[in-house]
């Protein structure tokens, strides 16, 4: 193990992933540290309005400029990403227009249907929230593909401690939902500009792709029409698949809640938090480097196959740890750390262990599936996966009246299909080119 970790450490690739996942351990920990005088400073009812808000950019923001910012990356020509750029930005001011208009003519009556009215006074802030976090991703997918890792870990750092550091000062002062709101706002503004005016002063990489018009492939006219028909699989097929993987996240807390209690609720809310930890600090790192790195290989025309299960072994070998001590101990952890009454959330987590571990799997699989052209195969994957764990959920509940087995067939139904995409790609990838 010794040997391995020290062969390891000196691939660039770990460099990078050990880059990005510092800075989003680094914001992370500013938000917890800040957590206990800004929940102090503005009370439940402020932060339950700023967490209605949230989540209805949550939803939208992700598919604000139909997923084509996702495509950045791929292009071999920097020329193209660039129309990939433009054209991304004209799509997220069409999509907030619309929703600002949408807003304006009948806004009552969707925030009513919603459930949504008491967040009614700031509702003309939820289209520039989805304008702003759409340009946010354009920014950092620019930064992906240019592997400005660590402009990229900074901007993240950088905008944790000024959301956390305003939403703190004001908040002495006037400790309102609207602050709350309007600095998270803020925070996709200041995060759009330090990247962009980080990226703008350093210099391409040595080998980075070529910056001229080079070889334009046969009929390729560089136009905006031209670019969006080549990529046109993110808008018919990524972006529907990230606006359902969007809606599905909320869907196990409603249903316990529903079946079960608000007290289930609770506990997997709770344990589903600390088992995303890895893949946030690890798992979406990896995504985040190995992206890039696996679209410059197809473009290459180098094989696709072996670096995706190379790094999926990695990954296996890795992160199995901390996923096992959570199998195993699971319950007696968290009745330690968080108290007695939140055995039952171990409970949970010891079963949905199983299922995070496949999911932290899968980010070298699921960064590769745009390269390869999986994009109409990943939506049916997730029309599908949606539907089975709905499923394992409603036998739970009618066939066993129990919510602990609802937990175990929902967590195997996520072990069994992130097998499947994990396998399916990386046998797909043998195909490539």
Not at 148 to 157: E, G, L, N, Y
Not at 293 to 300: D, G, P, Q, S, V
Not at 357 to 373: D, E, H, T, Y
């Amino acid at each position: 193990m010794k040997l391995f970790l020290q062969k390891i450490g000196k691939r660039q690739f770990v460099r990078d992933v050990a880059t990005v996942a510092t800075g989003t351990a680094v914001a992370q920990f500013l938000g917890v540290a800040f957590s206990p005088l800004i929940t102090r400073l503005y009370g439940p009812e402020a932060f339950g309005l700023f967490g209605m808000f949230m989540a209805l950019v949550s939803i939208l923001a992700p598919v604000a400029a139909l997923s084509y910012p996702i495509a950045i990356v791929l292009p071999e020509r920097d020329e193209d990403a660039k129309m990939l750029i433009r054209l991304s930005v004209y799509i997220s001011l069409g999509i907030a227009s619309v929703a600002g208009l949408a807003l304006l003519a009948g806004g009552s009556w969707m925030l009513d249907l919603l459930d949504a009215r008491a967040i009614a006074a700031f509702k003309f802030l939820i289209p520039l929230n989805i304008l702003f976090a759409a340009w946010m991703q354009i920014a950092q997918q620019w930064v992906v593909r240019k592997k400005q890792f660590k402009t990229s870990a900074k901007a993240a750092v950088a905008q944790a401690a000024l959301e956390n550091g305003a939403k703190t000062g004001i908040g002495f002062y006037h400790p309102l939902s609207a602050v709350l709101i309007i600095v998270s706002t803020l925070g996709y503004v200041f995060h759009v500009a330090f990247l962009y005016f980080s990226q703008t002063k350093q210099q391409n990489p040595p080998g980075d792709r070529n910056t001229s018009e080079g070889n334009k492939p046969a009929g390729e006219k560089g136009t905006l029409k031209s670019i969006a028909k080549s990529y046109r699989d993110f808008p018919l097929f990524r972006a529907p698949q990230v606006f359902i993987n969007s809606i599905s996240q909320g869907l196990p807390v409603l249903m316990l809640a529903a079946f079960f209690g608000p007290a289930a609720a609770g506990f997997y809310a709770l344990g589903n938090k600390i088992l995303k930890m890895p893949s946030v600090l690890i798992g979406n790192s990896v995504h985040t480097v190995f992206y890039p790195k696996i679209a410059e290989t197809a473009n290459k025309g180098q094989n696709l196959c072996k670096p995706i299960l190379r790094t999926t072994l990695y990954m296996a070998i890795t992160g199995i740890w901390p996923f096992a001590i959570v199998l195993v101990f699971g319950p007696w952890l968290f009745g330690f750390i968080f108290g007695s009454e939140w055995i039952q959330a171990g409970e949970y987590a010891r079963w949905i262990s199983l299922w995070a571990f496949f999911a932290f799997l899968n980010r070298p699989s699921v960064a590769s599936i745009p390269v390869i052209g999986l994009q109409k195969f990943f939506l049916g994957y997730e029309i599908i996966s949606v539907c089975l764990r709905v499923a394992a959920l409603l036998a739970g509940f009618y066939l066993f009246q129990d919510d602990v087995m609802a937990i175990l067939l929902f967590s195997l139904t996520g072990v069994a299909m992130n097998m499947f995409l994990i396998i399916s790609t990386i046998y797909k990838s043998r195909y490539h080119g």
